[in-house]
């Protein structure tokens, strides 16, 4: 403003001593030199105005980046988390499948040893039998030695 003043002030002195075509043509450039600074003014403020918006997008940005870190800092404490579960989970399936195998071999030594009882059960028949038997002939014996002690004793 000042310096349109002024301006115009030099312009005043020119008309004063020049021509009315000159005091025109410098009015007519004071006319288009004050058009083209409002227009410079209407960009510069134009310009002020997309920067601010420009400055708020970025800060929109920059506020949807520090949410992303965050969401990925919680998913990568996530993703840790599920790695311990499923380790967990493959010690557990681990120590099942080491359970079955102990239980196997348990089975397997139970029908061993289920067998050998049988076995033993059935040898132990036989020894019962035979046991009756020598019973039986020792009682035949005994009989026959009293009957022969009887006779002897006659």
Known sequence: C????????????????GSNDDLEAAVRQLAEDTEQGAAAQADKGKAEKELEEAQ???????????????????????SSRAGEAVKKAREAQE????AKEQLGKERDLVKDLTKEAKGLREELAKVGKEMEAAKAAT????????????????
């Open 2 to 17: 000042v310096s349109l003043v002024l301006e115009w002030m030099h312009l005043s002195q020119v008309s004063l001593m």
């Open 95 to 98: 120590e099942e499948k080491r």
């Open 139 to 154: 009682a035949k014996i005994e009989a026959e030695m009293k009957r022969k002690v009887e006779v002897v004793e006659e």
């Open 56 to 78: 708020k997008e970025l800060e929109k940005a920059l506020s949807k980046v520090k949410m992303l870190e965050a969401a990925a800092m919680e998913s990568q404490r996530d």
